[in-house]
């Protein structure tokens, strides 16, 4: 199983700041026959379900604010947030869909 | 608008069963693979199970295999999980979700959650 391992577990940010979660895989989860990083970004508020931020490592789904990035590719990841609002609290979690579907153990993120 | 509303959860005895429903609304539910994904109190999200838009495929996670069955009623745009042989592990807020058409294996649309408590 690919194991996703996420660092910072927590961290706060001031507004307007810049906040960066970084995703690791244990093996790499590019798709040689589409070119592209099987890897998602949910983001979870308290008391809700998970919500689909971003997929194919930098693919924004629609709706989802721009400040909100991600970048990587292979194994090393990183969820953006480019300026920290009130509304962005929450516990975000990657996940990677090379291989079935694993997730990160989450990251919570909080204000400053 | 995509709608999902799972059911079938409740208290029940280690060694037992319960059959979760996710009833979905919105969108062409035959088109779209369907999956289960639960949260444990307090902790992180553990991909449970996913079946095929048609139902010809299921996928499991090792955690579960041998004990659940994943299913869909495509007449009744219904995806279930048949959970047998419960422990205190499986103990989750198990989530339905709508996989994307392109990339599939990622899930766009989730419901609220149906609580599984197994103790004793």
């Known amino acids: 199983d690919i194991v996703m391992t996420q660092s910072p577990d927590s961290l706060a940010v001031s507004l307007g700041e810049r906040a960066t979660i970084n995703c690791k895989s244990s093996q790499s989860v590019l798709s040689s026959s589409k070119n592209k990083n099987d890897l998602a970004w949910y983001q979870q508020k308290p008391g809700q379900p998970p919500k689909l931020l971003i997929y194919w490592a930098s693919t924004r789904e629609s709706g989802v604010p721009d400040r909100f990035s991600g970048s990587g590719s292979g194994t090393d990841f990183t969820l953006t947030i480019s300026s920290l609002q009130a509304e962005d609290v929450a516990v975000y979690y990657c996940?990677?869909?090379?291989?079935?579907?694993?997730f990160g153990q989450g990251t919570k993120v909080e204000i400053k | 608008e995509v709608q999902l509303l799972e059911s079938g959860g409740g208290l029940v005895q280690p060694g037992g069963s319960l059959r979760l429903s996710c009833a979905a609304s919105g969108f062409t539910f035959s088109r779209y693979p369907m999956s289960w994904v639960r949260q444990a109190p307090g902790k992180g999200l553990e991909w449970v199970s996913a079946?095929?838009?048609?139902?010809?495929?299921?996928y499991y996670a090792d955690s579960v295999k041998g004990r659940f069955t994943i299913s869909r009623d495509n007449s009744k745009n219904t995806v279930y999980l048949q959970m047998n042989s419960l422990t205190a592990e499986d103990t989750a807020l198990y989530y339905c979700?709508?996989?994307?058409?392109?990339?599939?294996?990622?899930?766009?649309?989730w419901g609220q959650g149906t609580l599984v408590t197994v103790s004793s």
């Open positions: 996940q990677q869909f090379y291989s079935s579907w694993t």
């Open positions: 979700a709508k996989e994307k058409a392109v990339p599939t294996a990622i899930g766009d649309f």
């Open positions: 079946i095929s838009g048609s139902g010809d495929t299921t």
